[in-house]
């Protein structure tokens, strides 16, 4: 490049200075589209023409020196003859796509001028495909014109005009709110297309729509094309975990955060999938790569009551009719304590009513458990089942005589430890005492 030309290119790149100004058309019936160019291309303004050949393009300036460049950039522009007039000037286009740069007074102004009529788009149908990735994208088949339109910056850089070309169509979305995926209109915007342009995999059957460009849009003569059914292939799901809660406040608290804690653990795992799902499946593992399954369930929906101390893993999967997409859920982790029981010696069931008035075991991961409290005589007060069961010092309705009791607990641990306790149960009563007592 030689000093003239540098310096020209030096000048170009000032373009940004005060006063710049629109250009003005005529002999064209529709109104050029103007675009914001990036700022560091150097541009101030870009316009789309529907066909440039024979349009008339004036400058606000009768002494201004026109030039026109082309992919090589500003340093190579070219003089044109400009015709003045009365506080103007201006030049007649020919067919195609240029820059243009005005000197006004020692300042340049640069511009593009792209000829729509060389870059028309227009759609003649589509015909949508699977693909390589069919599990993420479906190819639009798209059959027409809509071709890269290549601009240039004032130094040269290729650049590509968006045609804001309109890809819609119906899709399945997860509501978070309703727990459940829901149809929704899914919308793309394509800058260029060809026969391989692709989309996100719709999760539903579905019709896709283009429609375009921007262009033909500000025109008031858009083009569009609506694709036969599409057979939905791609699969999702969401899943969850519910764990059934237990309110005895005499469980222990095993410190263990998140799903699990003491045993027995009813948890109810849900799933909710999308169309194209053919085949689904719970696994529940001892290990996290879950090379070996303990159980499997095929319902999106189940519960299960984890009764064993340790970890297990539990996860979702899902896949297509043929097994080409599938779908791994996120993998919960179950932990259940080992166990623990404890047995109280003493309480007050007939004195300060709602203060240690309930004999009642402590207890952890109890999976197995039977309780029979009897009298000094051997006849028999009750029968617990469950650990969280307590005795209120009564018998047949009636409140039972202070004094000592005997208990004898059969019972299991998550952990597989069996518990043979048997002891004594106090029952302290008060000097003053209401109500019918029995010695039974």
Known sequence: MNKTRRMALCAVLSIFAAGAHALDFQNTSDAPVEVTPEASTGLERLYVVRSAAGVRVSYPSATARWSKFGAAGGAYA???????????????????????????????????????????????????????????????????????????????????????????????????????????????????????????????DTQFTVSGDRFLRAWEAEQSAQSPTYRAVAVDARTQATQTERDADNEQDTGISGLGG??????????????????????????????????????????????????????????????????????????????????????TPHTSPGVNDEWRVSYQSIVEFKCDIFNRWGTKMITLTDPSQGWDGTHGGKKVAPGVYYYVIRAKGADGRDYKLSGDINIIGSRERSGTVTNE
């Open 262 to 347: 003491s045993a027995p653990c009813e948890i109810t795992f849900s799933a909710e999938t999308t169309d194209a799902v053919a085949f689904r499946e719970w696994q529940i593992s001892r290990t996290a790569d879950f090379d070996i399954n303990e159980n499997t369930f095929s319902d999106n929906e189940f519960s299960y009551t984890f009764t064993e101390n340790g970890t297990m893993y539990v996860r979702f999967t899902a896949a297509n009719a043929d097994g080409t997409c599938t779908y791994t859920g996120e993998t919960y982790e179950v932990s259940v304590g080992e166990s623990k029981l404890l047995c109280p010696n003493a309480f």
């Open 78 to 204: 070219e003089s044109m003859q400009a015709t003045a007039g009365a506080g103007e000037s201006s030049i007649v286009l020919g067919a195609g796509d240029c820059g243009i740069i005005v000197d006004d007074g020692g300042r340049q102004h640069c511009y593009w001028i792209t000829d729509y009529a060389g870059h028309e788009f227009h759609i003649d149908g589509l015909n949508p495909t699977d693909g390589d990735y069919a599990c993420d994208y479906a190819v639009l088949g798209f059959r027409g014109e809509a071709d890269a339109i290549r601009y240039y910056s004032i130094n040269g850089r290729e650049l590509i005009l968006d045609r804001e070309i309109t890809v819609s169509y119906p899709t399945l979305v997860y509501d978070e709110e309703a727990e459940q995926f829901v149809q929704a209109e899914h919308q793309s915007s394509m800058a260029q297309m060809n026969a391989a342009s692709h989309v996100p995999a719709p999760l539903c």
